[in-house]
């Protein structure tokens, strides 16, 4: 099976080719330098920069692949949570195509398809799976049954791990995104575990809550204003941490400490209750790339005897394949769409509405509480 895989839901522009959920071929077109302007994604940019390279990325991709949509066996798109101008330029692109070719049409749900890419390529993953999706938007804690087969244990009730890191770095006058820069600078350097709170522990929940923790930077850089980088930096600035003041690399490593160890608390509190049938770790999502958080996920994973999945680096970004990969996964399972697919932004649920849902248990439970906008 060959499926064609479009990717709007935020600032990066994809497409891809997977075939039986293997990698093809992938063309993406980043947005960083456009919104690094701005400090963050202005969506309405964002929409059109997603309008103006959807069609020389698909060209490139069929020309560079050698395949055409004659050869495509289904069309799966991102239909949200994202930014909602963005995701109608995607399913407005992955409809026109589906019905131009005549090809069926599935909507995937993008923290779905973090989740799986993970898993990417592997046939050996041992279910139940504990997994933990940390990105810009969302941070959740997700029990698999299987791969299609999700009940989500906990999520964010605020901001999430990568905004909290985005708004530290402004804080700092690091560019946007800020959250490599503080892995970056963050590394090697011995954390101080108590200049920041490791935020919304004192409960037994699994929610996340990290809207204290970026207030926390902030009064501590308002109160000690010479951390500020004088002048924001290149994007490749960050490549060479030595480069920079010993008291920003402190500060870097303190919320890579704070934010890695809550994620890290929330877990095996996961793993003592509704997971602990867990057979699997998993994690995906940007702020999956981040140094300090993969070395906690080794240390729970080798600690608990759980094998560890992580996608590879360049996947943990927003990205065409994961979603080429888990519409390969829904339609072999004979789930679909019809047009009347619509995009779903965030804030709002992605519901479980395939055609042919009726035939299949579909997700074991959700959380049901309204999402935070």
Known sequence: MLCLGIETSCDETAVALCRDGRPVLEKLASQTDVHTLFGGVVPELASREHLRRMGPLLRALFAQSGLSMADVDVVAVARGPGLLGSLLIGLATAKALALGAGKP????NHLHA??????????NVPYPALGLLVSGGHTQLVRLAGPLDLAVLGRTLD????????????????PYPGGVYIDVLGRGIEADHNLFPRPYLDNRNLDFSFSGLKTAVANHVAAHPEL?????????????????????????????????DTLRVKIERALAGPAKDAASLLAAGGVAANGRIRDMLADVAGRHRLPLFLPPK??????????????CRLA????????????VPRGRKVPWDYRGAESTSGPASVDSRPEPQ
């Open 314 to 327: 360049a996947l943990c970004a927003d990205n065409a394949t994961m979603i080429a990969t888990a519409g």
């Open 105 to 108: 049409l599935v909507g995937v």
């Open 228 to 260: 500020r980088a004088p002048v924001m930096p290149t994007q490749a600035g960050a490549t060479d941490p030595t480069s920079w003041p010993m008291a920003l690399r402190r500060v870097c490593a303190a919320v890579n400490f704070a934010i890695a």
């Open 159 to 174: 901001d999430a791990a990568g905004e909290a890191f985005d708004k530290a770095a402004k804080s700092l006058n690091l």
């Open 332 to 343: 072999a399972a004979g789930l679909f769409h019809d047009l009347s697919l619509d995009a």
């Open 114 to 123: 973090h989740l799986l890419a993970a898993v990417l390529g592997r046939d």
